[in-house]
């Protein structure tokens, strides 16, 4: 089930890279960010893999904006983490980290006061991608759900009708995600 939503969303970056015309793909990306209620010091961290190498780049947040220039050979799954004044949230995985497609367009991410929170215009990929996961996510939150309850729990007829539960979960997120990829 996971090999098949990696496919699908590798469906939708080949499919969006075909989309863009040379001369976006000349100009590169721009990303804009605006981010409001943050404290002084506070610095956006770009992320994504550009020809196997991860990509790094920062830029300090000021009067609640930050900005990012860059060009991809191809779309690419990046990340934008938020440090709030001086450090990141305690816990890795609380940190205010964002996960959307990059490609060769301008971007613009608002959000009030988190950038899990945030909204992103100007990206026909995440676009592509957001629908998809709203499709798909109530469903993986099922599975996740039902995993947890009966987790160590004797294999008994209840485990038993849960898995059949949880594959027919799996084969309506594959069905929703090939139909997605068709559309």
Not at 133 to 139: A, D, F, V
């Amino acid at each position: 089930m996971k090999i098949f939503f990696y496919l699908a969303i590798s469906c939708i970056v080949i499919l969006g890279s075909c989309k863009n015309s040379n001369k976006t793909k000349e100009k590169g990306f721009v990303i804009n960010g605006k981010m409001d209620a943050l404290p002084p010091s506070s610095l956006a961290v770009l992320s994504y893999k550009e020809k196997g190498t991860v990509v790094t780049d920062s830029s300090t947040i000021k009067n609640g904006e930050f900005l990012f220039k860059g060009k991809v050979t191809s779309p690419a799954q990046a990340y934008i983490s938020i440090r709030h004044g001086e450090q990141f949230p305690e816990k890795s995985w609380n940190r205010d980290a964002y996960s959307f497609f990059i490609d060769n367009t301008e971007m613009k991410i608002i959000s009030s006061d988190s950038i899990k929170k945030a909204n992103i215009e100007g990206s026909v990929l995440s676009d592509q991608s957001k629908e998809l996961n709203g499709k798909i996510n109530p469903l993986r939150n099922k599975i996740q759900k039902l995993s947890r309850e009966f987790q160590g729990k004797p294999k008994d007829a209840a485990y038993m009708s849960t898995v059949d539960t949880i594959k027919a979960t799996g084969k309506n997120i594959e069905a929703i995600a090939r139909e997605f990829i068709e559309n």
